[in-house]
């Protein structure tokens, strides 16, 4: 099967000739259609995340059902699903917590086992969604949503709050989207690009705002006393750095975006301590992906404008490339 192998830092190869997935008893063997690139991917292909190589990546997935395991109930070939990445052990001390995301046997599709960038993907019947009402594109944006949603929950979003997003990429218009789901009275999102602002609107945003030197001026015109909920949705840790200011007394901050494992920021535990502030983490998916997949099948998240370009395997290089320099417009998603 042809399939994107990392075989080292920085080494992706298109091959032709992978051998396809073995599948185990409550395994199914998904035939890719759509799957999305992710910022991860990024870091991955940088051995960020210390992948054992080779590894095929890509953990934003939605497919067909090529072949189902012998104890497989409720999935048959020809089934459209999208798959939650998450594979966690259910017996250690994070998962008895309910804290699967930290699971010490912690692995995802794409991440530590082979994922979805190739024609036929491995994975467990139970991570795997049955849709029909929305396309395979769109159905590979229910990763990126679940990982939203338990931000969403972690940052604790209330009715009637003042939220400021950080960055308008696909992540930023997930969470302007969500924090309105989640009754947010007003949502500011912020960006270099007019264009993703102009998207911002369109998706429900009460201010957009281009950062450039006046934006602190704008940011405290708009919310004289800081915000309730900041979201950095952007990965850079400058901006996180330059962006506690504007979180409310006894706000929150939420660190969304992936920074690099050795990025440093200059915070004041004083401010924090005198402000009341909260400064919050998020890490993949919680048991989200459930109800990320109603949103997305209800159609009450709209995901549609936030695809820019759909490309065959051949041209993932290209696409992390364009990640990497922040020069893809929206969402890049393989496709098969
Ligand atoms: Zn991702
Ligand atoms: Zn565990």
Known sequence: MKAAVLEAVKKIAVRHDVAPPQIGPRDVLVRA????????????????????????????????????????????????????PTVTCEECHFCMINRQNH?????????????????????????????????????????PLACVVFGQDRARIEIGSEVLVLGAGPIGQLHLQASLANGAAAVTVVDVVESKLDLARQHGATEVVLADNALQAKLKKIAPYGFDVVIDATGIARVLGDSVQYVKN????????????????????????????????????????????????????????????AMPVEELPRGLEMMKRGTAPMKLQVVF
């Open 103 to 143: 699971c010490l046997k912690w692995n995802a599709v794409g991440v530590t086992r082979d994922g979805g960038f190739a024609e036929l993907v491995r994975v467990p019947a139970k991570n795997c969604y049955r849709f029909e009402r929305v396309s395979f594109s769109e159905a590979a944006f229910c990763e």
């Open 33 to 84: 259609k759509a799957c999305g690139i992710c910022g991860t991917d990024v870091h991955i292909w940088e051995g960020d995340f210390f992948p054992t190589f080779p590894l095929i990546p890509g953990h934003e997935l939605a497919g067909e059902v090529a072949a189902v395991g012998d104890e497989v109930e409720g999935l048959r070939p020809g089934d459209r699903v999208m798959v939650d």
């Open 250 to 309: 006894g706000g929150r901050y939420l660190v969304f975006g992936v920074c690099g494992p050795q990025d440093k920021v200059e915070i004041s535990p004083f401010e924090i301590y005198r402000r009341d502030l909260e400064i919050i983490g998020s890490f993949a998916i919680r048991r989200t992906y459930d109800r990320a997949f109603k949103l997305m099948e209800r159609g009450a998240i709209d995901v549609r404008k936030l695809l820019s370009e």
